[in-house]
């Protein structure tokens, strides 16, 4: 049972334009919402993150919105830089489960000069 | 401040074998978590320890894989015998408490590969 979902494996885009990543989850119970980024032969780090109550966060380049009634949330970053190229992961907790991530399979970005 | 550190980066072993990981989390974190990654998948949560107690071991195969953390700080994760599924990175991450509002810190993996 895949709780969190990335249907898609890759994305590629130009330098300079918009990058979308996107993120579907089925339990309702979960009330907080967050991006990893992955660099290869390195743990992930965190990149921003989203409370079910707000449906927008904001933090330089990058910007998640969150639709609880689609159980949506993407990611958006702008303008795209080669650097960003790696591997995002969603990921997403309930309060009531003590910090346990339940996270989505990743999308390779990959931000071409 | 130093992050999570791990070792070994990398474990080549045979099945059947056994292999241990090590894990020090970022200091004063009280707690930490071991993930496992298998290629093209997210990281899944195995256990979750608050300073030297389990809090959440639902997903480890208990009947191979162990974990403990005895004073509350660094931490193993031991596979006994291991199975060729085994095969994946093997995350450690800590945070200052459990709960929504602390982020969790992660270290750089063991690549297990089990031949």
């Known amino acids: 049972d895949q709780q969190v979902k990335q249907n898609s494996p890759s994305l590629s885009v130009q330098e300079g334009r918009i990058s979308i990543l996107n993120c579907d989850y089925t339990?309702?119970?979960?009330?907080?919402f967050l991006w990893y980024k992955k660099y290869p032969a390195e743990g992930p780090t965190f990149l921003i993150s989203?409370?079910?109550?707000?449906d927008k966060n904001e933090d330089g380049r990058f910007t998640v919105f969150l639709n609880k009634s689609a159980k949506h949330l993407s990611l958006h970053i702008v303008p795209s830089q080669p650097g960003d190229s790696a591997v995002y992961f969603c990921?997403?907790?309930?309060?009531?489960?003590?910090?346990?991530?339940?996270f989505g399979q990743g999308t390779e970005l990959s931000v071409k000069p | 401040e130093a992050g999570v550190a791990q070792s070994p980066r990398y474990k080549i072993i045979e099945k059947r074998q056994s292999v241990a990981f090590w894990c020090n989390p970022i200091?004063?974190?009280?707690?930490l978590y071991w993930y496992q990654q298998i290629l093209g998948q997210g990281p899944k949560l195995l256990i979750q320890?608050?300073?030297?107690?389990?809090?959440?071991d639902s997903q480890l195969p208990k009947d191979r894989f162990s974990a403990e953390r005895l004073k509350g700080v660094d931490s193993t994760l031991k596979i006994q015998p291991a199975k060729l599924e085994d095969s994946a990175v093997y995350l450690c991450?800590?945070?200052?408490?459990?709960?929504?509002?602390?982020?969790?810190?992660f270290g750089p993996g063991t690549r297990l590969t089990v031949t």
């Open positions: 339990n309702s119970m979960f009330d907080y």
């Open positions: 990921a997403a907790r309930a309060d009531n489960q003590g910090g346990k991530l339940i």
């Open positions: 989203i409370s079910s109550i707000k």
């Open positions: 200091s004063g974190h009280a707690t």
């Open positions: 320890f608050q300073n030297n107690g389990v809090v959440d």
């Open positions: 991450a800590s945070s200052l408490g459990p709960g929504g509002i602390y982020e969790q810190y």
